[in-house]
C-alpha cells in the first residue's frame, strides 16, 4: 500500500536526484504518470513516485509477508530510511536560495534544476560504485554495478513492471565486501567487462575483510568514517585500490557527510573554466596535478560555502547533456505565415503610412472591381 509524504519538488526531484550519477542502482519501472523509482536493499524493495507536492512510497517484502499488525511498523522503518538516504532534515529551497545570492551563474538555473540534493548511501555501495567510475559514463557505470548485483547477491524478490505484468523484474541488493573477496572474483568481474576495475574491486573487498573482518564488520568501519575528520577518511580511502583523489572524495561527499567537499574531473575543470575564471583552455585536455585539483576545489568551495559539495551536484547535473532537457517546458507559438517574397524587379518601396500600419494599399483598378460585385 501506497503511503504518502508531503514533499515538494522542490525539495526532492527524483527524475533528476536518482539519474544524476550519484546512484546507480535505482530502477525505472513503467512509464509515467505510473513511473515508479525502486531500490533494492537487504530485506526489502523501496519503491517511490510522486507529483508535484507529495512523495509516495510503499515497501516490498519477500514472502512470507508479514502480518497486517506488521505493516505499520515497516512502513514506518522505510520512513525513517528515506529520511536518513535523501537528508530530508537539510532545507534544500534556503540552500538554493543562499547559492543563488552568492553566484549568479547558479541563479541562472536554480529553478529549472530544482530538487538535486546529496544523497547519503551505504559507504560500501559508495566506494565499490565509484571504483567502477574510474574513465566510465552514466549508463555503463550503471550496467556494471548492477551486473555485479546480479553475479554476486542472490534475488531478494521479483516484481511484475507496472506497465507490462507479464515481465517479472528480479531485485538484488548489494553484495557485501565478503562476496567480492575471493580471489577468482576479479577474472569473473573481467569476463563481466568490468577491464582493469576488476581487480581494483577484488583487491579492495579483500582489504576490507581482511583488515576488519567478515560480516558487517567492514561495513561498520567504512560507516565510522562519518565520525571522522575530513582529512583522515581521506586518507583511509586512498588506501584502497583503484581510489585516487576524486572516487575518495566522492564517497566523502556522498556517503560520509562530507559537504563541503568538491569532487573534481575534467567535467568539472571545465564548468571551472568556463563560469568561474579558473584559467585553461576548453578544448584541449590538461592533466589533473594534485595542485590543480586543490586549486579547483578551493576556488568552487570559496564560491558555495559549507555546503559546497551539494552545489556542485547541482551545476554538475545541469552540464550533462542527458539533463539538456531537464525542466524545459515545450509551448507550442503558432507564427504567422510570411507573405510571398516580390522579385526585386517588381519590389515596391512602401509609403511611410503603409510601413507604420503594416498596410499594403489597394489598386484603384481592385476598388472598381470591388464596387462592380457589390451593385
Known sequence: ????????????????????????RWMVAGAAPNQEYRLCLRERVVCLKQDPTTLFYRTILPDPQPSALHW??????????????????????TLYSKWAARDKVFSSIETRFAGIRMLR?????????????????????????????????????????????LIQVQYHPFPPPAALAAPEVAATLRDLGFGYRAKYIQRTAKMLVDAHGSGDLAEK???GLRNATTEDAREELLKFVGVGRKVADCVLLMSLDKKEVVPVDTHV???????YGLKGSLSSKTSMTPK?????????????????GWAHSVLFTSDLKAFSS??????EIALPTPPPTPSPLKRKVPTAEATESNVVPASPLTERAKRRRAA
Open 1 to 24: 500500500m501506497w503511503q504518502s509524504l508531503a514533499l515538494p519538488q522542490s525539495q526532492l526531484c527524483l527524475s533528476a536526484v536518482l539519474k544524476c550519477g550519484q546512484s546507480f
Open 72 to 93: 505499520p511498523l515497516r512502513d514506518a522503518e522505510t520512513l525513517i530510511w528515506l529520511n536518513d538516504y535523501f537528508q530530508l532534515d537539510v532545507d534544500l529551497q
Open 121 to 165: 548511501q551505504d559507504p560500501f555501495e559508495n566506494l565499490i560504485s565509484f571504483i567502477c567510475s574510474s574513465n566510465n559514463n552514466i549508463g555503463r557505470i550503471t550496467k556494471m554495478v548492477q551486473s555485479l548485483c546480479r553475479h554476486y547477491s542472490p534475488s531478494l524478490l521479483s516484481l511484475p513492471d507496472p506497465v507490462d505484468p
Open 221 to 223: 568501519f567504512l560507516a
Open 269 to 275: 575543470h571545465q564548468i571551472a573554466i568556463k563560469h
Open 292 to 308: 590543480l585539483y586543490e586549486e579547483i576545489s578551493t576556488r568552487l568551495v570559496a564560491v558555495w560555502g559549507d555546503y559546497a
Open 326 to 331: 531537464h525542466g524545459v517546458v515545450a509551448t
